[in-house]
């Protein structure tokens, strides 16, 4: 089967770095996905990873190894408002996104 | 309207009604889909589009349909309510569907509620 695996629920403090991690274990794999989701609200686009190697954009990076099917999400210089779910998803072999869970992040000042 | 439309945003339905959820992009997107959102577990697609005027099945189908008479609505329909499909319903859409990042853009979500 196809199997997606984040941590359930992560706490920082206001101003650390904290990393997500995921491991995936897809039929085929065609890219990595990491969205925010504040409660309440939409899923929003944050990164993509079809490559090995690291994708900074801003405070956020994303990490992809597909050899051994893990990914990670760094985040930087923390602030209240990165309180959210991130959410990692594959696409796989047929072009369908695979979600994680998600990992709720606390961010305590 | 910018984005992605969906309604109502909540709705509490009695066991065996049968209930639409609408959802209107105006981003000419030629790909649409449907995920429900229960805690403790990752989106799950239900149908798909991936042009006006077809359709597919998605990992949840059962007790769900959808149309998509053209590129910019497309409806959800529970034709029989159970309690089991109590969720939040995300639609959503991207430029295309297959290779590349054809990143999603999600609606507000609707929340249903099957008592």
């Known amino acids: 089967g196809q199997n997606i695996d984040q941590p359930t629920e992560m706490t920082a403090t206001e101003g650390a770095i904290v990393q997500i991690n995921c491991t995936y274990q897809?039929?085929?794999?065609?890219?990595l996905f990491w969205y925010q989701q504040h409660a309440g609200e939409a899923p929003t686009f944050l990164s993509y990873?079809?490559l090995d190697g690291l994708e900074e954009k801003g405070r956020f990076s994303s990490f992809l190894s597909r050899s051994k099917g893990y990914s990670y999400l760094l985040l930087k210089e923390l602030q209240m408002k990165d309180s959210a779910s991130y959410l990692c998803a594959v696409k796989d072999s047929n072009y369908q996104l695979i979600w994680g869970a998600g990992t709720k992040l606390i961010i305590k000042p | 309207i910018a984005g992605i439309t969906q309604a109502p945003t909540s709705q509490i339905l009695a066991a065996g009604r049968r209930m639409t959820l609408r959802c209107t992009q105006d981003?000419?997107?030629?790909?649409m889909y449907w995920y429900r959102q229960d805690l403790g577990l990752g989106l799950r697609l239900i149908h798909y589009?991936?042009?006006?005027?077809?359709?597919g099945k998605g990992e949840v189908p059962d007790g769900y349909s959808v149309s998509r008479a053209n590129t910019d609505d497309f409806p959800l329909t529970l034709a029989s309510a159970v309690p089991s499909q109590t969720s939040v319903y995300f639609c959503a859409s991207s430029v295309g569907q297959g290779s590349g990042a054809n990143v999603l853009t999600f609606g507000a979500g609707s929340r249903l509620t099957v008592l």
């Open positions: 981003m000419r997107h030629n790909a």
């Open positions: 990873n079809v």
């Open positions: 897809t039929s085929g794999f065609n890219g």
């Open positions: 589009s991936n042009t006006a005027g077809t359709t």
